[in-house]
Structures are given as C-alpha cells and as structure tokens.
C-alpha cells in the first residue's frame, strides 16, 4: 500500500513543477509587455514634445529635446518603480507581523 502513496504524490509534484514553470512565463509574458508599454509611451509622449514638424530626419535640437526627455521619462519611470516595490515590500513585511 505505501507503493500507492508514493506513485500517488509524485504527479503532485509534477503538477507543482508544472504550474511553477507556467507561473515563471506568465511574469516573463506580463514583464515583456510592460516594457514594450513603457518605451511605446516613452515614444509617443516624447516624439509629441520633441518633434513639431515631422520629417524625414531630425534636426539636431529634436535629437536633443528626445534624449533628454528619454532619460528624464525613465528617471522618472525608475523613481515611481522603486518607491513603488518599497511600498509594496514594507506592507507585505507588515502583513506578515500582523500590524497591517
């Protein structure tokens, strides 16, 4: 009987190595697809400020302008992630001790 305890729990096992596995893509997936959102943002809102009179290149102050508001967008954008994965890691650690 203890051969049927064993066979028995190893498709658990399995199954929580499967879904474990299926888990890790969907995060990939949904991390993907939030850094493609960030640089089509980045780009629309960006390409919007910087370049007034599209053409079939850039001038060197358009070049400027979308460098600078590059950078200062993914500050930004590094800024809010950072405070954001703080807040959200002190109200776990709190939930935790129970003082939530």
Known sequence: ????????SAPNLDAA???EAV?????????LANAQELMNKTNEKC????????G??????????????MDRYMEAFNI?????TQRISRESNQMREGTL
């Open 1 to 8: 009987m203890s051969d049927f305890f064993k066979s028995s």
């Open 56 to 69: 079939t290149s850039l001038s060197s102050s358009e070049e400027t302008c979308l460098a600078r508001c």
């Open 80 to 84: 809010v992630s950072r405070s954001y």
């Open 23 to 31: 888990m890790n893509s969907v995060r990939s997936e949904i991390a």
């Open 47 to 54: 390409f919007a400020k910087c370049v007034l009179k599209p």
């Open 17 to 19: 190595a499967q879904k």
